[in-house]
Nanobody, 126 residues
Framework: QVHLVESGGGLAQPGGSLRLSCATS????????MGWARQRPGKGLEWVSS??????YYTDSVKGRFTISRDIARSTLYLQINNLKPEDTALYLC?????????????????????WGQGTQVTVSS
């Protein structure tokens, strides 16, 4: 059974940093692309970043501030968030891509992921 458990969120000041983690189990981590999405209050799920064997991908609003990475030995996904902004306030969820193959276009669609964790809350406020 697939499990995705996020951690590392919290309250941070603008300009600060957080490192989110997503511990996974129940599938062969190295075989699938993984991604992060966020849900702001009253909004839908927004794709943020993904990683596959070809590289890393980011939505424009986080480029240069967010870094996605993974530790295959630990089956863990990470999201380093620097220079936090108030608009980054959201519930951050990690997701497992549904297919073993991935492409840059499909990775940006949250509908292409078959499992999501419960999320970790990030609140940016002074």
């Amino acid at each position: 059974q697939v499990h995705l458990v996020e951690s590392g969120g919290g309250l941070a000041q603008p300009g600060g940093s957080l490192r989110l983690s997503c511990a996974t189990s129940g599938f062969t981590f190295s075989n699938y692309a993984m991604g992060w999405a966020r849900q702001r209050p009253g909004k839908g799920l927004e794709w943020v970043s993904s990683i596959d064997n070809s590289g890393t991908y980011y939505t424009d609003s986080v480029k240069g501030r967010f870094t996605i990475s993974r530790d295959i030995a630990r089956s863990t996904l990470y999201l380093q968030i620097n220079n936090l902004k108030p608009e980054d306030t959201a519930l951050y969820l990690c997701g497992k891509f549904a297919k073993r193959g991935s492409d840059a276009v499909s990775l940006k669609s949250t509908n292409e992921y078959d499992y999501w964790g419960q999320g970790t809350q990030v609140t940016v406020s002074s």
